[in-house]
T-cell receptor, first 116, second 112 residues
Framework: AQKVTQAQTEISVVEKEDVTLDCVYE???????LFWYKQPPSGELVFLIR??????QNEISGRYSWNFQKSTSSFNFTITASQVVDSAVYFC?????????????FGRGTSLIVHP | NAGVTQTPKFQVLKTGQSMTLQCAQD?????MSWYRQDPGMGLRLIHY???????DQGEVPNGYNVSRSTTEDFPLRLLSAAPSQTSVYFC???????????FGEGSWLTVV
């Protein structure tokens, strides 16, 4: 079973639409970290946000916002008023101390296409 | 302070050839790992290390070998390249706190 599930394989929107990327995770640890990364067409992995398991506060950074809910094991990512430059693959990741070490696990990614 | 240095960036191999992808970090991190990225499959864990001298298999280890003789270096060896190993490879480094992931720039490997 996947520890990080990104059920949306691809999302296509028109510029200025809002879009939410879903991430559901699975862990038995009480201390863990969740991440979102962006991978633009150039291929590098760009860090967007980190959340630890003890901080359920939602966060907003410009057009980006994140909703972390431990009750549903979800860490969803919303882009408000999407732009063409947001077109990329987005990965959700979990870092948990399984067996005494932090080795991150990634979802399969969601490809976001923003049309002008 | 280079972070995670991964080389080469691009490589074309013939089936059956061997090669090594290099990964080095200068942050004294305990945890290092190698992932491969294939379309629709996300980043899948190949091998990982929790410290010098300690390595273990991830989800897709077949055809790959690793070693961790020093804290800094974690090379990934392709023993006999196959077309199925055509992929993008990422090396990652994580501190003992687990709260950050540092990536190399990626290696685009094509096996023909």
């Amino acid at each position: 079973a996947q520890k990080v599930t990104q059920a949306q394989t691809e999302i296509s929107v028109v510029e200025k639409e809002d879009v939410t990327l879903d991430c559901v995770y699975e862990t038995r640890d009480t201390t863990y970290y969740l991440f979102w990364y962006k991978q633009p067409p150039s291929g590098e992995l760009v860090f967007l946000i980190r959340r630890n398991s003890f901080d359920e506060q939602n966060e907003i950074s410009g057009r980006y916002s994140w909703n972390f809910q431990k009750s549903t094991s979800s860490f969803n990512f919303t882009i408000t008023a999407s732009q063409v430059v947001d077109s990329a693959v987005y990965f959700c990741a979990l870092s948990e101390r399984t067996g005494g070490s932090y080795i991150p696990t990634f979802g399969r990614g969601t490809s976001l296409i923003v049309h002008p | 302070n280079a972070g995670v240095t991964q080389t080469p960036k691009f490589q074309v191999l013939k089936t059956g050839q061997s090669m090594t992808l290099q990964c080095a970090q200068d942050m004294n991190h305990e945890y290092m790992s190698w992932y491969r990225q294939d379309p629709g499959m996300g980043l899948r864990l190949i091998h990982y290390s929790v410290g010098a001298g300690i390595t273990d298999q991830g989800e897709v280890p077949n055809g790959y070998n690793v070693s961790r003789s020093t804290t800094e270096d974690f090379p990934l060896r392709l023993l006999s390249a196959a077309p199925s190993q055509t992929s993008v490879y990422f090396c990652a480094s994580v501190p003992s706190t687990g709260n950050t992931i540092y990536f190399g720039e990626g290696s685009w490997l094509t096996v023909v």
